[in-house]
T-cell receptor
Framework: GAGVSQTPSNKVTEKGKYVELRCDPISGHTALYWYRQSLGQGPEFLIYFQGTGAADDSGLPNDRFFAVRPEGSVSTLKIQRTERGDSAVYLC?????????????FGPGTRLTVL | DQQVKQNSPSLSVQEGRISILNCDYTNSMFDYFLWYKKYPAEGPTFLISISSIKDKNEDGRFTVFLNKSAKHLSLHIVPSQPGDSAVYFCAASGTSGTYKYIFGTGTRLKVLA
């Protein structure tokens, strides 16, 4: 079946602009995670959704970052007033239920470049 | 504070030989560990996992070993193949009810033909 998809694959924006990154999880997966991977680093957790609600947003770096999942499937990560330090690959993952042994399946990521 | 560490940024191995990738962690509350493989321009792909109640898990050419007292795990690939060339990430989970993953910085494996 279809895996996790993310759009766009690449996004170039100017400092101060607003961006939206989209994630389509595997159908039927209730758990959805956003991670951010900077150059030379491993993915870093941003936020976790269980269904429509954000169950853990402890990884969001500041209030410029916000994410939604209004119908419990597609999620959008929103970044306001982008800064050059926001440049990274943003990864989305989904898992069937979000349990400890539920494997997280990752999408290909969106590479965000802030000029 | 890096809770999951992969101290070797790169590793080169001859085709057919064993590849050993290492990972150390600091948080004794972690109870589930995973290895992911990542090719350029793709997302991480799940490889193998191990629960803290075990010390070994095997899946084909891949074996993960866990040494809880040393807070150390390793991934063995035998025999190594050129298609195994990728970046390997160690991840740990279990300190929160959300089971978010804490990743290491990755080790780039190159298998030479």
């Amino acid at each position: 079946g279809a895996g996790v998809s993310q759009t766009p694959s690449n996004k170039v924006t100017e400092k101060g602009k607003y961006v939206e990154l989209r994630c389509d999880p595997i159908s039927g997966h209730t758990a959805l995670y956003w991670y951010r991977q900077s150059l030379g680093q491993g993915p870093e957790f941003l936020i976790y959704f269980q269904g429509t609600g954000a169950a853990d947003d402890s990884g969001l770096p500041n209030d410029r970052f916000f994410a939604v999942r209004p119908e419990g499937s597609v999620s959008t990560l929103k970044i306001q007033r982008t800064e050059r330090g926001d440049s990274a690959v943003y990864l989305c993952a989904s898992s069937p239920r979000g349990g400890m042994t539920d494997t997280q399946y990752f999408g290909p990521g969106t590479r965000l470049t802030v000029l | 504070d890096q809770q999951v560490k992969q101290n070797s940024p790169s590793l080169s191995v001859q085709e057919g030989r064993i590849s050993i990738l290492n990972c150390d962690y600091t948080n004794s509350m972690f109870d589930y560990f995973l290895w992911y493989k990542k090719y350029p321009a793709e997302g991480p792909t799940f490889l193998i996992s191990i629960s803290s109640i075990k010390d070994k898990n095997e899946d084909g050419r891949f074996t993960v070993f866990l040494n809880k007292s040393a807070k150390h795990l390793s991934l063995h690939i035998v025999p190594s193949q050129p298609g195994d060339s990728a970046v390997y990430f160690c991840a740990a989970s279990g300190t929160s009810g959300t089971y978010k993953y804490i990743f290491g910085t990755g080790t780039r494996l190159k298998v030479l033909a």
